[in-house]
């Protein structure tokens, strides 16, 4: 059994540096963490536990398991209840406000957590943490960058895969194989309880447009009604495409890209939107530059497709998603979250996934997803990737 | 897009019929769900939205989407704060006590709904659909059966796909693909948050004892510090095992089965710990009967144990799972729980996973888990399998 150590390294400090602005402007002063992914954001690494923040003090780590984790700021406890006493010990006040993961946390959870710390004033640290992931560091940003050299390494043998008279389940499970051969974890974190989904999504034909549960841009129908998102099952037939969705989480963090392949020829019409949508994704690339509203992203878009009279098929025919993007990092739906009524800026060093997509009845899913870091100069792209729609029969 | 009516079905009055009968015992006159494993119980689909279950009146199902969903009980809402005005329409009195999901939905959600209810007191829904949820209906047997024989034979095709000198995550990987392809939904539903894993674990030599954070009797630490659970990546060495505990959800059901191969031979110690493992699991099977507390059954497996004087061994041994089973179902973690500590009694149609394992320092794991239907002559085993440790390299 090999120890693992939890120090402050300067990674951590800048993160907690990020955590505590965000602290200030929400006017808390300290604030627990439990939820996997801030855990993460913190640590570096999963335990189950309680991270305790608070300005003018080391970060203090309470685990629960695994029993292999040390460190001079960590603490192992058997439940929650024995935090006070021990913060008490270290000479830290108990808060009388204190943040805890109510948009994460279970009701139960956080009932208990506020009874163990006694205080009654409870401020949001799901939402300060999202405000302080959304901007990621320089390290995150080199993680992203190597989840996309090798999710796209992995689509690039998406031709290989393909057989004639395939399922799109069949196709998915050998694109499955793929990813995780390329190093794939096989698991995406989300945020909210809703978000269930196994590999990713894999759309062929008027299956793109069978509304879901599920908050996807395009989700799919699925193949069992326990889990009615992407793939149903069906034969994958000459004339429509297939639009490929799948998972990018490579180390903790993940990218997300979106291709598209035709099953030998589409319509002209197709291939049309499927440029609207590159037109869009090129005009962002130059346009979200730092300090330009995120909604005004979403307005970009939606006057690009208003020229072209694409509106009935932008983003979903049946039900249409209000969105044409959103932040990515340790989970697929981070902020910002691009809609016409986002209030965020845009700031260098987030990273967005903006995914503009239209629904071609009778044919199919049209038209891309990358991920990008904002810079001074505009987006870079984390996700290199053939834009064209290729016939996978060639 | 395919339309989709929810109706009242005898299988769901069954399913009402257990979720009326444990309310009665909460004391509590109504219920709103929307957890998704509730969801899919009562509606057999999921959807996003509310399910408004009280005595004396049909239940009211309340969707946000997808918007294919109809019926005679099913009204579209954008938001919760609508159901009120609508049950008011249907002459249902608002409820003064409401039965929530406390420990599913997020703090913020639970506030949210008890306010726009009205209501201060809150009863625990979460409790009473595991309550509800534990014995399962005649239908729920068949799923699960038919998720036993699917995961059995892709297990059955283990043997084939090892290849001399493979890591764990490369033989997990094709392994996953072999369950795919017999028809598994590649998704987990877990109870609690912190149950975090992929398609499963496969457990290589000493891996098998690597302490994890999550619930699982033998985790692994896993290939990353984000998912510290599993397989870690080694190389398949001659003198070890693998232990195979992988996803069994064919149909929104599963079932959980764990087999152990040996890489060439292994010591007479490991062999001996595995025909223990079936002892426990023998002993189980005869005296597992309708009325016997489930604590009791932890008790007889410990007696087995110390009779062979290996407590240092089972279930673990840096950490010690103090559990050897547990309900499944929709969830793989549902009720009951086998520890010494649970106070729920054995009856007809419980469904249980049973897992002794033990820990072999130098060679890995062993033992094995089925899943088992309470039937009044004993567990009948849903998981048919060989139960014999082969070595996959013959």
Known sequence: MSAVEITLTSEMQNRLGRIYEKMSEADAHALLLSDNSNIYYVAGRVFRGYIFIAAGCDPLFFVISPNNISGALVHNVRKPEMIPDILAEHGVALPSVLALEVDDLSYSD????????????????????????????????????????????????????????????????????????????????????????????????????????????????????????????????????????????????????????????????????????????????????????????????????????????FMGRSQHAPFIGHGVGIQLNELPVITPRSRHILQENMVLAIEPKFFVPGVGAVGLENTYRVTASGLECLTVAPEEIQDITQ
Chains 1, 2 share one sequence.
Not at 146 to 157: E, I, L, N
Not at 204 to 222: H, I, M, R
Not at 241 to 266: A, E, H, K, P
Request: net charge negative; with cysteine.
């Open 110 to 313: 956080i009932t208990r957590l506020s009874k163990a710390f006694g205080v009654d004033d409870i401020r949001n640290a799901s939402a300060i943490m999202k405000e302080a992931r959304a901007v990621k560091t320089p390290h995150e940003i080199n993680l992203l960058k190597a989840d996309g050299v090798r999710q796209a390494a992995a689509y690039a043998r998406i031709p290989r895969i393909y057989k004639e008279d395939m399922t799109d389940v069949e196709f998915q499970i050998e694109l499955e194989r793929e990813l995780r051969l390329e190093g794939c974890l096989g698991y995406y974190r989300t945020s909210g309880r809703s978000m269930e989904i196994n590999l990713g999504t894999v759309l062929n034909g008027d299956n793109a447009d069978a509304p879901t549960p599920y908050d996807f841009a395009l989700g799919g129908g699925g193949a069992d009604p326990s889990l009615p998102v992407g793939a149903d099952g069906r034969t994958m037939l000459p004339g429509t495409t297939v639009m490929v969705d799948m998972c990018g989480n490579f180390n903790g963090y993940q990218t997300d890209l979106t291709r598209v392949w035709s099953i030998g020829s589409v319509p002209a019409s197709a291939l049309e939107m499927h440029d609207v949508a590159r037109e869009i994704l090129h005009t962002l690339e130059r346009e979200a530059l730092p300090g330009v509203p995120v909604a005004r992203l979403y307005e970009i878009a939606m006057d690009i497709v208003r020229a072209h009279n694409l509106e009935d098929y």
